[in-house]
């Protein structure tokens, strides 16, 4: 394993300028260290992986410096354009080095299955490299070397020399952990509460969805405990960002039920302009937990820290928006979601005091899709 302390020397030896990215649980102990150690000024905490790449674009063209990002594979989609339209050599030749989390890495055999990884990253680990080639972006899966500052030096130093992105691949595991610090609110209900009180107050025949990470497992935990909810519910596993969007596409399919969206505060923040159109769905009651932080993979702040997002949500044009901490004011909002028409935005100030792990569904995400489909009579 690889101390990631002596990883972010290595970049403070390579004379690193900038460095931002989106947190992954793979990476955590790595960013622990760069907030532990790195200016403050020079990192930041990005609401998607395609703003991280612009943030060290812009860093390089006003300091003449390599930017570090630091990503999960599956971010690898949202980087896409500023990559290949801005930083590659054919463009704009900006030397920036990758750092990117390898979920769903096929095993030494070359197969994959749900049980090195979640399903939603089989795919994703599978052509992780092959796509890294596509881009023509040169990479090395980091701890091949015997030294990992040689792995960090030769390719900062290509990524200067190709006037390109480059890439190290973290497998999971390697670097040593570090015991997080806890950022996320001290008040306000617990996720487990929050989502409990949703499923309750609203009726057996409303679809819910919710938002990638800890907030879909603790609606799996509660709603498979429950034989009446099983079925309503769709899990944006891995989408990042895409929780409510996917909802929109239910309401203008459903208009004749509310839908309801859990989300969280990073995943919200990853891709707000989508507001602007989940304000229009007069059936949709769009509930975000705020927890200021990107909890489900190590506990970084959001982007969203010290922001009211119910003022950000009904300035977008909700015609409703609240914001709640308690189980009484939650109730009564979703009570009055229910009864009115209108686009509907509940922020519920969430803390994480809770120590239980909620489970992972157990069912393929098929069987997901095709109960969701069936329970909106919808033939697959």
């Given amino acids: 394993m690889i101390s990631p302390t002596d990883f972010v020397r290595c970049l403070q030896d390579a004379d690193v300028g900038a460095i931002s990215g989106v947190p992954d649980s793979s990476l ?15 990192h930041l905490i990005a609401p998607n992986e395609g703003a991280a790449i612009g943030h060290l674009i812009g860093n390089y063209l006003a300091t003449g410096r390599v930017g570090v990002t ?59 490299l092959r796509q890294l ?21 030769e390719m900062i130093q290509t990524s200067r020399k190709l006037d390109s992105p480059a890439a190290l691949i973290v497998r999971r595991g390697t670097f040593q952990d570090i015991a997080p610090k806890v950022s996320n609110l001290s008040v306000g209900l617990t996720r487990h509460q929050a989502i409990s009180l949703v499923l309750k107050s609203t009726t057996a025949e409303t679809p819910v969805v919710g938002t990638t990470g800890l907030i879909s497992r603790e609606i799996y935990s509660l709603s498979s405990a429950s034989a009446e909810l099983s079925g309503r519910e769709f899990y944006s596993v891995g989408g990042m960002g895409h929780a409510v969007s996917v909802a929109v596409g239910i309401a203008r399919g459903s208009r004749g039920r509310k839908v309801v969206c859990i989300d969280g505060d990073g995943s919200l923040c990853m891709h707000t302009g989508e507001l602007f159109v989940s304000a229009l769905q007069s059936n949709l009651i769009h509930i975000v937990l705020n927890n200021e ?27 409703y928006s609240v914001v709640t901490q308690d189980e009484r004011e939650l109730s009564k909002a979703i009570g009055h979601a229910v009864a009115t028409t209108g686009s509907y935005f509940i922020e519920v100030l969430s803390s994480e005091s809770q120590t239980r792990m909620p489970s992972r569904p157990t069912e393929t995400p098929v069987s997901i899709k095709r109960n969701f489909m069936n329970f909106l009579r919808v033939e697959p």
């Fill in 293 to 319: 932080s990107h909890f489900s993979v190590g506990g970084q702040p959001t982007v969203s820290k010290n922001r009211e997002l119910h003022r950000i949500a009904k300035a977008a044009g909700y015609h």
């Fill in 28 to 42: 955590s102990p790595l960013i622990r260290a760069i907030e532990e150690l790195w200016p403050a000024e020079r």
């Fill in 133 to 153: 080639d596509l881009l023509e972006i040169p990479w090395r899966i980091l701890g091949n070397s015997p030294d990992s500052g040689d792995d960090v030096g």
């Fill in 70 to 128: 630091y990503l999960q594979n599956s971010g690898l989609g949202n980087a896409i354009n500023p990559l290949v339209s801005l930083a590659t050599s054919h463009v704009y030749g900006i030397p920036i080095l990758m750092v990117i989390g390898w979920r769903g890495e096929p095993s030494s055999d070359g197969n994959n299955s749900s049980a090195t990884d979640e399903p939603q990253h089989i795919l994703q680990g599978a052509i992780t």
